[in-house]
């Protein structure tokens, strides 16, 4: 927990979960649980539950520019975490705002399917979301969304580095894909920083759907907090991870 005195401020900008297992209510959850200040941008209304997506429908693109200008202009952001953004044109002005107010630390969670299986991410948006991944510090897509973003069909741990190697020609400086999705006992996560591979391991969870809901964007937010509060990359994925391990 970083102290009061040194306490840092994170924004997210993600779609709201009413069931609060996911989306902007998690990430506040996440960010008080880690000791920062939480601030919040709302990309998109959802009708949900803690299962099931029924409905999304994005905030205008402005109104988004409006909530971020409003905060940034205020409040000194140390770094910013991003979700859900819904349309092509939420992706496109994230990517200005990030440019206007000098983000340092840029977390995307490149949120593209709901665990349920419905589409968060339009698919005329895929394209700027690529792009938006060269004005970040880390991207943290699972391995469907690795599949997407890379074209690589992912079945083990070779095609998570080789997606990973991919998707960090798109510009990030680190990207994180998470192996929930892949069968097995064990867990691995694929850090790759343009040099090498690091493979963080745990054992898998075995939880009710309704309690493994989120867990993508509570690591995201962990890890976006740990960075702000000082660790380094593969501290803060451990951190995040073991936050997640703890919340489940």
Known sequence: MASRTT????????????????GLQR?????????????????????????KVFKVEAVKSSLLRNQVSALADEFKVDALKIGMLATKENVQVVRWLIEKYNFKVVVLDTI?????????????????LKELIAATTAVTPNTDEAEVLSGVRITNIAAMESAAKIIYSLGTAH???TG??????V???????????????????????????GTGCAFSSALTAAI????KIEDAIRIAKDYVVKSL
């Open 7 to 22: 306490i840092k401020t994170v924004l997210s900008i993600a779609g709201s979960d009413p069931s609060s297992g996911a």
């Open 27 to 51: 990430d506040i959850l996440t960010f008080k649980d880690m000791g920062v200040r939480p601030l919040s941008a709302v990309s998109a209304i959802t009708v949900q539950d803690s299962k």
């Open 112 to 128: 593209i399917k709901s665990s349920s299986g419905k589409y968060l991410l339009k698919r005329d948006a895929i394209k700027a």
């Open 175 to 177: 990207v994180i894909v």
């Open 180 to 185: 929930g999705h892949l069968r097995g006992t």
């Open 187 to 213: 867990v691995t996560d694929v850090l790759y920083d343009g040099h090498k591979y690091t493979h963080f391991k745990g054992s898998r969870i075995r939880a009710t759907k309704s309690k493994l809901h």
């Open 228 to 231: 702000a509060n000082g660790s």
